[in-house]
Every structure is written in structure tokens, then in C-alpha cells.
């Protein structure tokens, strides 16, 4: 696992997108778009960060968009590998 600041990644943006439409297509985030990706999670993080979850291939298979509040953590949105 790995912390890292958060950023429109195209990486990112592909897990995210393969997870929203396997999971979500009839929820308020489908159809995902880079825009909408980039709005929500990078403009919006004031205090994110982003913890990137790779397997031993080094493939991308989670990430777990976490807010840093002044004493605790708080799981905004968590993305994975369908």
C-alpha cells in the first residue's frame, strides 16, 4: 500500500470506471468520465489522499480514497478491481 496525494491518473481513472460499471451502473456516478472523476475526487480533496493497492505483479487492484480529519480517518470511496 501506498499513500499518495490525489491526481487524475489514467490508471486510476481505468479501475475507476471498470468498478463503477460493474458495480454501480444504476447509481448517480455511472456513466464515469474522466471530468467527473477528476470534480469528485481530486478538486474536492481538500484533506484526501489516496492509498493505492497493487498485487505482487505490481497491478493496480485498489484504491481507497480516505479524508484526514484532525483526529481521525474517514473512508470516502473505495475502488477495486471487479
Known amino acids: ?13 481505468d479501475l475507476y470506471q471498470r468498478y463503477i460499471e460493474k458495480r454501480h451502473a444504476d447509481g448517480d ?7 467527473q472523476f477528476h470534480q469528485f475526487l ?8 489516496f492509498y493505492e493497492f497493487r498485487d505482487t505483479d505490481q497491478r493496480l487492484v485498489a484504491i481507497a480514497v480516505t479524508d484526514h480529519l484532525q483526529r481521525d480517518m474517514s473512508a470516502l470511496l473505495y475502488f477495486l478491481r471487479p
Not at 456516478?29 to 471530468?35: H, K, L, N, Q
Not at 481530486?42 to 489522499?49: D, F, I, K, P, R
Open 29 to 35: 456516478m455511472y456513466p464515469p468520465s474522466p471530468e
Open 42 to 49: 481530486v478538486e474536492g480533496a481538500l484533506n484526501s489522499w
Open 1 to 13: 500500500m501506498i499513500r499518495k496525494a490525489p491526481v487524475m491518473d489514467h490508471e486510476y481513472f
